[in-house]
């Protein structure tokens, strides 16, 4: 069978397949069963016959903080897709006025490494929703696609024995939407430039160097995805039933 790495959508344009990458502890990860995505309350009608009824997506996590959702919109209800919201973050980067000057100076790896740890109880929360395979095939999104979603499908991938190549090579996949989910970004929520502007100059794109930062800091720190999920409250027969439903 031929597997798809891209869905191409008319709404979402970084709308991904997890699935085909081979694990150390054997096997690879399923096709079609868990998906990351750019905002899904983009999604057309047209889009709505792909997901639905050709993957036939059940689930959806929702990564945006609440005000996101209340600006931008959120997943039709029409579709018929259970949607969990499971906001990282309280608010949004760029509502913040007076943004922290040391957390602005950081590396896009240490960026990172602060939001999975000021966010890390609910991004364990959303790590035991993705992965519960009574709910696949699955969804998981924020705005782009590619911050929180990046992190939240590191540590999934991680937790299963991907490679580290293949784990930067998926956050760096991004890279090629990267120009038009910069313009949908800003044409929603304009004042995402005025942070933008702070931070490092790469932070709309993809760059291998931000996830593969951000895997060294969590094998110092935590001594790998397995440390950091259980930390913040991933239960190990989560864990182990993510492994044993996730790999083939």
């Not at 059940?58 to 259970?82: F, K």
């Not at 740890?117 to 992965?131: D, H, I, P, Q």
């Not at 956050?171 to 038009?180: H, S, V």
Request: charged share 25%; hydrophobic share 40%; proline share 6%.
């Amino acid at each position: 069978m031929n597997h798809q790495r891209r869905i191409p959508l008319d709404g979402c344009v970084n709308f991904r397949d997890l699935g085909g990458y081979a694990s150390t502890l054997g096997g690879t990860t399923k096709w079609g069963v868990l998906f990351r995505a750019d905002s899904m309350h983009r999604l057309s009608p047209a889009d709505g016959t792909v997901v639905i009824g050709r993957l036939g997506i059940r689930t959806a996590v929702d990564l945006r903080a609440s005000d996101e959702r209340e600006r931008v919109g959120v997943l039709d209800p029409t579709l018929g897709i259970v949607e969990h919201h499971i906001g990282t973050t309280d608010r949004a980067m760029h509502t913040y006025e007076r943004p922290d000057p040391d957390l602005m100076s950081r590396s896009f790896g240490q960026l990172y490494e602060n939001m999975i740890s000021s966010g890390g109880e609910r991004f364990a929360a959303a790590v035991e929703l993705v992965a519960d395979p009574d709910r696949w095939p699955t969804a998981f999104f924020c705005m782009a696609g590619k911050d929180r979603t990046g992190c939240l499908a590191a540590m999934i991938l991680g937790l299963v024995g991907v490679d580290r190549q293949d784990i930067v090579g998926d956050y760096a996949a991004t890279a090629p939407a990267a120009p038009l989910i910069r313009e949908r970004g800003l044409a929603e929520l304009p004042d995402m430039a005025k942070v933008w502007e702070k931070l490092p100059d790469d932070i709309t794109t993809a760059p291998i160097s931000a996830m593969s930062d951000l895997l060294d800091i969590v094998d110092v720190r935590w001594s790998g995805p397995e440390g950091y999920a259980l930390e913040f409250g991933v239960k190990p027969q989560t864990i182990e039933r993510l492994r044993e439903s996730f790999l083939v």
